[in-house]
């Protein structure tokens, strides 16, 4: 039989063994699958050594392939046992490396000092459910983008949010990894330029903030102002203002009017990317009496430094009265619900006191009312609702 050519390999795709020569084979299997087998005779013993696939492994590389074990052979040594004692070698360098468990616990341990309890158990939580099982017991140089897509294609789509949460972490952990020399190359678990062209686009789906019902809030605002410190008064002053943590967290002297009675938050600052104007009722001017000199510029300062409260402030304080099954932003759908099921106040009253876009364009560009009026009645309503009749006539 003459020799195999480039186009046969190329076109060929009946199942069958097709020899090129000095025991160089072409497999081609039920699949469609081309493979190359060098077959040799050594002290008396036939052995096939598998060289690699086709294309991957083009003719030409496959005649070199096997005319270096020939060399090798000719060296009075087994090709196929030298291979197999490099595989128990490298095996070895596994079993003795650290696992990417064993890299993601010492991230998580030197972190979880600065992490609230909720975040380092959620980290926990996400690398024992989703990422130990797969690729724990991996070393970290041992992690390819094909298994990192084992891990997040079971939940890219069913649980978006928590497979983008993984998809991070795991992209932390092996940077990790990287700088002690324990990887090299580019991180398998990259977004941009990498993971986002292998992965679907995500559903876009709006998941509401875990949040209480309208009908504890009160007993929440109570034990919330029964702490001590700025961070606490900050979630106090966000309740009553049913704004957002960001808005609250970077409030500064100079958008407080005591003498109107006005809070205006800047458009830098808003999700809308509009001036926001708040009406201050008794309780939120008693909030920020509260914490008055306590810096000249922001209302609610940090404990070291000069800068606001972080980002993950507010969540502490909900973490020191047991209400880790809610959330900062949450209060603002409580402060929804409960307009709407125990106030008669305008719908677009109450969505302009949460500085919402109305949903509706056209209605959007003709109604560009602040109702602020309207909405300081809201507001007082809401501060009513929450705090105690004595407290409101102490703070008067």
Not at 107 to 131: C, E, Q
Not at 209 to 217: D, K, L, M, Q, V
């Amino acid at each position: 039989m003459s020799k195999l050519t480039p186009k046969f390999v190329k076109e060929e795709s009946q199942p069958g063994v097709y020899q090129d020569g000095r025991g160089l084979i072409l497999r081609i299997a039920d699949t469609g699958r081309k493979s190359w087998v060098f077959r040799y005779s050594f002290q008396g013993s036939r052995h096939d050594l598998a060289l690699g696939t086709y294309p991957a492994l083009s003719l030409r590389d496959a005649r070199l392939a096997a005319d270096k074990e020939r060399v090798t052979i000719s060296r009075g040594e087994n090709p196929l046992a030298i291979r197999q004692a490099q595989r128990g070698e490298a095996t070895s360098k596994r079993q003795s490396a650290k696992s990417f468990k064993a890299v993601a616990e010492q991230f998580i341990k030197t972190h979880a000092p600065t992490w609230s309890t909720g975040y380092a158990r959620d980290w926990r939580s996400s690398m024992l459910n989703h990422v130990y099982p797969v690729i724990g017991k991996l070393p970290p140089a041992d992690i390819d983008t094909a298994m990192v897509l084992r891990v997040l294609e079971p939940i890219w789509l069913t649980i978006p949010t928590t497979a983008q949460r993984v998809r991070n972490r795991i992209e932390l952990v092996l940077d990790a990894a990287k700088a002690k020399g324990m990887r090299e190359g580019e991180n398998p678990a990259r977004w941009r330029g990498h993971l986002d062209k292998l992965l679907p686009r995500q559903p876009k789906s709006k998941v509401p903030f875990p949040a209480i019902e309208w009908n504890r809030a009160p007993a929440v605002y109570r034990e919330i102002s029964s702490l001590d410190g700025v961070s606490a008064r900050a979630l106090e002053f966000l309740m009553l203002t049913a704004c957002r943590s960001k808005e609250v967290r970077l409030a500064q002297w100079d958008e407080i009017d005591l003498e109107e009675r006005i809070w205006t938050v800047p458009a830098s600052r808003m999700k809308n990317g509009k001036i926001h104007r708040v009406p201050l009722t008794e309780a939120m001017v008693s909030v920020i009496e509260s914490v008055r000199g306590i810096h000249p510029r922001w209302l609610f300062k940090k404990t070291s430094g000069g800068g606001p409260i972080p980002a993950n402030a507010l969540s502490r304080v909900l973490e020191r009265i047991d209400l880790e099954q809610a959330v900062p932003h949450g209060f603002r759908s409580t402060f929804r619900t409960w307009a709407a099921e125990a106030t008669d106040f305008q719908r677009d009253v109450c969505e302009v006191a949460l500085a919402h876009t109305l949903p509706d364009k056209v209605e959007a560009s003709y109604n560009r009312a602040e109702f602020l009026g309207k909405r300081r009645a809201l507001m007082e309503a809401w501060s009513g609702f929450l705090v105690p009749a004595v407290q409101c006539s102490q703070a008067a």
